[in-house]
């Protein structure tokens, strides 16, 4: 199974929501990555964790809270996001961190209202 | 981290030969290429990773020349599906983050 999984695959959210996506593995692999992608750009770093613990942070916004509950699952929370934060969120995972063999997930379209 | 440069995008007709080079002058002595495959509104695709030479998979073909400071990536016989946005990345495993550069859009035609 070489699949990561995101959900939702869409997300509506106002200025003054609370919301997470998520992301799900199950290669075994020890190191899982958020990142973000703007219409048209590349995507741009935001966390790494390996082994379950952070150990990148792109000096992303607090309003935005990575959790790494096991090694299998990736959460990034959502709180008082700006209009500019709609994007792609897209999470990978590779097998240790940080390897440039990453395999990524089909993202969640996030749009703030 | 190598810096890479690539064609902002590239124009081809369904059944050619796609050849995609990416410029990395400082490539550091531990550094491999990979290229990843991205189709719109999805998640980046790894497509192949080299170190030297050549290298060959069931999807497409990496040459990289002795001084490593260029490599390109070569797709066989190319299809309106393989419209995309193809990066080109350079580092080491259990180096520093992953950093995508622009991307070559490349756009096959009927």
């Known amino acids: 199974d070489t699949e990561v999984t995101q959900t939702p695959k869409h997300l509506v959210m106002g200025m003054t929501n609370k919301k997470s996506l998520k992301c799900e593995q199950h290669m075994g692999h020890r190191a899982m990555y958020w990142y973000k992608q703007k219409a048209k750009k590349p995507p741009e770093l935001m966390f790494v964790y390996s082994y379950e613990k952070l150990s990148i942070n792109e000096s992303v916004p607090s309003r935005f809270s990575p959790e790494c509950p096991n090694s299998s699952l990736l959460n990034l929370h959502l709180h008082a996001l700006q209009p500019e934060d709609s994007a792609l969120y897209l999470c990978?995972?590779?097998?240790?961190?940080?390897?440039?063999?990453?395999?990524f997930g089909p993202g969640t379209r996030l749009t703030v209202t | 981290l190598a810096k890479t440069t690539q064609p902002i995008s590239m124009d081809s007709y369904e059944g050619q030969e796609v050849n995609i080079t990416c410029s990395h002058n400082?490539?550091?002595?531990?550094?491999?290429i990979t290229w990843y495959q991205q189709f719109p509104s999805q998640g980046p695709r790894f497509i192949i990773q080299g170190y030297k030479t050549k290298v060959t998979n069931e999807v497409a073909s990496l040459f990289i020349p002795a001084d490593r400071k260029s490599s390109t990536l070569s797709l066989p016989r190319v299809s309106l599906s393989d419209t995309a946005v193809y990066y080109c990345l350079v580092g080491e495993t259990g180096g520093f983050k992953t950093i995508f550069g622009a991307g070559t859009r490349l756009f096959v035609k009927a």
């Open positions: 400082n490539i550091a002595t531990n550094d491999y």
């Open positions: 990978a995972s590779s097998q240790v961190a940080v390897s440039y063999e990453q395999y």
